[in-house]
């Protein structure tokens, strides 16, 4: 067993990166058995009600999280008028992996096993991140998610996977089962009923959030910190 935070925190934060910085919400209660990072997709923030919903889950099931925006104020500026940046799945993923080298050096955090939650290309994003830092990263989820963005670096994932899709999202259903297909570590699929891309469906989103926080409690309990 992992050892536990002394108590709770929550705070937003500031992560360097390249003459600029990313903006974050950490949020990690009494007792908490790991860290999930989130990814968000295309066109969202660290503020996207489904993925503050789906945290909230993961808290009450013991586990701390991170929500924090992918790309700058700028970057983001940039995107809403092209829309190209949140395709930058080599980008989005270098960032994940910076995010989570900064977490694990902050005194509060640096004991707690890390785990990603990704949606939509924050999916790719984060299995691109899993493959570059290997066993360290105990547990993924993607929601509604483009592994199939991540491309090479899905044979080379070795962190249990779960990737999340409704039943009526049919062309990323399709990309799902064939990335699934191609991942070579623990893995499951599981396809919610009735469910469409955004899961606004009634009692969808509950879903994805009760099956996503039992793959990080699971997973992330027994894993160790690195």
Not at 67 to 79: A, I, S, Y
Not at 91 to 113: D, F, M, S, Y
Not at 146 to 162: C, F, G, N
Not at 219 to 225: E, G, I, N, V, Y
Request: with cysteine; glycine share 8%.
């Amino acid at each position: 067993m992992n050892a536990h935070t002394n108590k709770a925190l929550k705070r937003v934060v500031h992560i360097p990166i390249r003459h600029a910085y990313l903006e974050g919400d950490l949020n990690v209660p009494e007792g908490a058995n790991g860290l999930v990072l989130f990814a968000h997709g295309s066109g969202s923030s660290r503020h996207s009600p489904r993925n503050q919903f789906v945290a909230e889950v993961i808290r009450q099931s013991g586990n701390g999280t991170l929500l924090f925006d992918l790309l700058t104020r700028v970057e983001e500026m940039e995107d809403n008028v092209t829309g190209m940046l949140r395709f930058d799945i080599a980008r989005l993923g270098e960032r994940l992996v910076t995010a989570t080298n900064w977490i694990r050096k902050q005194p509060e955090t640096q004991h707690l096993p890390v785990g990603y939650f990704g949606s939509s290309t924050g999916g790719a994003a984060a299995l691109v991140a899993a493959a570059e830092l290997g066993r360290s990263i105990g547990a993924v989820v993607s929601r509604g998610g483009r592994p199939d963005l991540a491309a090479d670096a899905l044979s080379r994932v070795q962190s249990p996977t779960l990737l999340i899709v409704g039943e009526y999202d049919d062309t990323v259903l399709a990309l799902n089962a064939d990335a699934f297909a191609r991942l070579r570590c623990e893995k499951e699929l599981k396809i919610v009923p009735g469910a469409t891309h955004l899961f606004q469906e009634e009692g969808a989103l509950e879903q994805v959030a009760e099956l996503a926080a039992s793959w990080f409690h699971r997973h992330l309990r027994s894993a160790q910190p690195m």
